[in-house]
C-alpha cells in the first residue's frame, strides 16, 4: 500500500510508518510533487491545491489526512462524491490554544496588555481596576477537543463552565451543557464567551449584533475559532457602544486584519495575529493521530480518529 506525505516528517517519524506492515512511504514536498507521484497512492498525509485535480480523479486514493483541524478550503463535496475518507489534526494544538485562551482572559483582568505597552514607553504606573478569573463563568461555544481543555483549564482556575455544541453529550469538564438554541439565551450568564467554532455555513456571521446585545455589559468576547463566524461590523460597533467589555481575537475577516480597522486602536481589545494554534510540538501531535488512524486503517480497513462529516463540513 503506497502512502504518500507531504509533511515533511523526521527520520524517527518514518521509521514508525515503515514499521507498519505492507506499508510503502514516500515523503515529498508539496512544492515538487507533481502527478505522478500520485500513481497508485492509497492514502496522502496533508493536502495539495496544486493537484487538486489530480487528486481527485485519482483511482486509487482511498483516504486523505490533513495536518490541520480546518477543512473549510478543502472542495468537501468533490471529495465526498469520489467516497475519498477525509481526517484531520484536531486536538493537536488543543494545548496551545488552550493555554492561549487562558492568557487573554487573565490579560484581560489584570489589564497586562496595557501594563506592556507601558513598558516600552518606560512608565510605572497602575492600570486599574485588576480584577480576577476566580469566580467568573465561561461560556465554551463549540465544545471538541480545544473547547473541552478551555474548560478544564478554566476549572482548575476556579471558573464555571457553560458549553454550548449541537449534540446534547456531556463533557466531564463542563458544569453545564446547552444546545445551540439556546445559546442566546444562555449568553447574559457569561463573563467570558469563547468562541471555538468552526467555519460551516450554519456558523458564518453566527455572531452579529444580536448576540452582542445578548451579553452582559461586562462579558469579554474571544475567538479562537475562526474569523467569518463573526460579524466584524457588528463587534466592532458593540465595542464602540461598549455594549460588551471587551474582546480577544487570534481570528479576524480579513485576514491580515485590515490596517485601518478601529479595533487597532481600542485599548480593551487584544488582537493577536492567528497563532494560537501554533507550536513547536504541533508536528508531533498531529503526526501521532495520523499514524495511529494508519495502522487502523491497515488493520481494520478504516479510520477512526478525526474522520470529517462532509455534511456538517468539520
Known sequence: MKVLSLVNLTDHQKERIEKIPGVELAVISPKEVSAEDLLDVEVLYDWTNSLKTDILNSPSLNWVQVVRAGVDTLPLRELSEKGITLTTGSGANAINIA????????????????????QANREWKDVEPYDEVYGKTVMIVGVGHIGSLIAQYAKALGMRTIGVRRSDQSDANIDEMIPMSDLKDGLKHANFVINALPDTPETSGLFNE??????????FYINIGRGK????????????????????????????????SPLWEMKNVIITPHNAGMSVHYGERAFGIFKRNLKSYVENGEVVENVVDFKEGY
Open 99 to 118: 493555554e492561549q485562551t487562558i492568557a487573554y482572559m487573565l490579560m484581560l483582568m489584570r489589564n497586562m496588555h496595557l501594563t506592556v505597552l507601558q
Open 229 to 260: 463566524t463573526t460579524n466584524m461590523d457588528d463587534l466592532v460597533a458593540a465595542l464602540q457602544e461598549r455594549k460588551i467589555a471587551g474582546s480577544a481575537l487570534d481570528v479576524t475577516t480579513p485576514e491580515p486584519l485590515n490596517a485601518d
Open 210 to 219: 444580536e448576540l452582542f446585545e445578548a451579553m452582559s455589559k461586562k462579558a
